[in-house]
């Protein structure tokens, strides 16, 4: 495929089309109840497949347009839609935020972890990134999990700072970093 940006071990990755509207909306709905425990976008208007055309016609070309790349990541073998992450802008120059979600058939098999190192080496190899930020939410171990794994350095927690869209609860945020230096000091 042409527009692939990079490859890992088990996934392309490259940014996502209107063409990826059903994929995208099938994982979503699959995996409701858990991305709106943990994902400060999943209110319940963001359900709708017209507000994930939103995303992928409008929000993802805004943010292209700031600097930021979101991507989707499709399994090299079944060319499913896995995981959905990327690069987003912030106000500081050249310094970006990333996260993830995926698959509920995907999770648990490492793919989180395999993206987001592939995002932080085109962040900081090819993307001009000189910092990538991260967070999660109290009680999100996987990605705490996914976060340790990639060498991201602890930098705050805010008290209370996200509220469960599934259960109301004020959730304390845990921030980390990692800077070109770090990882390319982690990577030689």
Same mark, same amino acid.
């Given at each position: 495929?042409?527009?692939?940006?990079?490859?890992?071990?088990?996934?392309?990755?490259?940014?996502?089309?209107?063409?990826?509207?059903?994929?995208?909306?099938?994982?979503?709905?699959?995996?409701?109840?858990?991305?709106?425990?943990?994902?400060?976008?999943?209110?319940?208007?963001?359900?709708?497949?017209?507000?994930?055309?939103?995303?992928?016609?409008?929000?993802?070309?805004?943010?292209?347009?700031?600097?930021?790349?979101?991507?989707?990541?499709?399994?090299?073998?079944?060319?499913?839609?896995?995981?959905?992450?990327?690069?987003?802008?912030?106000?500081?120059?050249?310094?970006?935020?990333?996260?993830?979600?995926?698959? %509920?058939?995907?999770? *648990?098999?490492? /793919?989180?972890?395999?993206?987001?190192? &592939?995002?932080?080496? @085109? $962040?900081?190899?090819?993307?001009?990134?000189?910092?990538?930020?991260?967070?999660?939410?109290?009680?999100?171990?996987?990605?705490?999990?996914? %976060?340790?794994?990639? *060498?991201?350095? /602890?930098?705050?927690?805010?008290?209370? &700072?996200?509220?469960? @869209? $599934?259960?109301?609860?004020?959730?304390?945020?845990?921030?980390?970093?990692?800077?070109?230096?770090?990882?390319?000091?982690?990577?030689?």
């Amino acid at each position: 495929m042409s527009d692939i940006l990079f490859e890992t071990e088990r996934l392309y990755l490259r940014m996502p089309t209107l063409d990826d509207v059903p994929a995208m909306q099938d994982i979503k709905q699959a995996n409701w109840p858990e991305l709106q425990k943990w994902m400060n976008w999943a209110s319940d208007d963001q359900l709708s497949v017209d507000a994930t055309r939103k995303f992928i016609g409008e929000i993802v070309q805004d943010d292209f347009k700031k600097g930021g790349c979101i991507m989707f990541s499709f399994h090299k073998v079944t060319n499913d839609l896995v995981m959905i992450g990327g690069l987003n802008s912030t106000d500081d120059a050249n310094t970006y935020s990333t996260g993830y979600w995926g698959n %509920i058939q995907y999770l *648990g098999q490492g /793919f989180a972890t395999e993206m987001t190192r &592939a995002t932080l080496d @085109f $962040a900081f190899v090819n993307h001009g990134a000189d910092k990538v930020v991260i967070s999660y939410f109290e009680g999100n171990e996987p990605s705490k999990r996914v %976060i340790d794994k990639c *060498g991201f350095e /602890f930098v705050e927690s805010l008290p209370k &700072a996200h509220q469960s @869209f $599934a259960t109301g609860e004020m959730m304390d945020e845990h921030c980390y970093a990692m800077t070109k230096d770090r990882w390319m000091a982690l990577n030689r």
